[in-house]
């Protein structure tokens, strides 16, 4: 039986085996509460008792265990908040596999296609790309926004890739970068973006742009690499002076746009779901 919860919790929960899953949205990323799972896949009346002995009989999962778990406030199933071992999907994997389960089973074998796979993609690379296509394409994206989305991912890397040679430490400085030329291109961070187009945590909004937004980004960061390169720019000052003038050259493209149309060219749809609602018509 599925346990229901407030509506005001319900971000707070996931559907896991047809069953609900505690989560929280921490560090940038999903943490889910372990003695969930671990219900769920092992049906055990003892679950704290049960976590015990899995732990005895996996010494290194044991040790990890601290770096594994964080404790983290969520609501418990008497809807009082208590802090809670959670961890993220990494760690709810590496728990898994220590699970002598059949329902674990399944997982298992996932896990070692996934692995597989990742070997192969870093063979061939080109295996990702595909990869890729065929997963925007189950999603119900067709093939010209397909293109434009792949493209664009090329030029993010090629960005990206500039950053990290000229002074980008890591990923706070690459999203505050990235806000530069959000801003110049829609007037827009990317939090006001998912928040204008109703997106969750951790929905990427280039997979929820139309194709003339797909466009406008790749202006600007195009834009931003050319800039970049043509000024020699090093370190953070630098770099964001540089994606704040990327980001204004598109956001002049888009306002002529708009100009010439008389229509918005940023919408408050969520283009997969709009795109998945017209195939099922």
Known sequence: MIMKMPKSQKKQVALFEEREVRR????????????????IL???NDVKQYIKKIRTRDNELNVNWGTICTPLQ?????NKKRKEN?????GIFR???SIPSPKAEPFKQWLAQVGQERIEEIQDPERAIVRAKKIYEQKGY????????????????????????????NSFDFAILTNEIYKGTFDMNAKQIKEFKSLGNPDNPRDHMNELELILTMLGEATTTKITTKRDSKGFPA???DAKDGGEVAGRTRKDIEDKTGEKVVGNQNFLKDIQKKKIR
Not at 152 to 162: A, M, P, S
Request: charged share 30%; proline share 0%; aromatic share 10%.
């Open 24 to 39: 929280v949205w921490h560090n940038d990323q999903w943490y889910f509460a372990i003695s969930d799972v671990v219900k």
């Open 42 to 44: 092992t049906d055990s």
């Open 74 to 78: 969520t609501v418990s199933r008497d």
């Open 86 to 90: 959670m961890s993220q999907l990494r």
């Open 95 to 97: 728990i898994i596999q």
């Open 142 to 169: 067709d093939g010209d926004w397909i293109s434009k989305r792949m493209r664009g991912i090329n030029i993010r890397n090629t960005l990206t890739d500039e950053w990290k040679n000229r002074g980008a430490r």
């Open 239 to 241: 770099l964001s002076k």
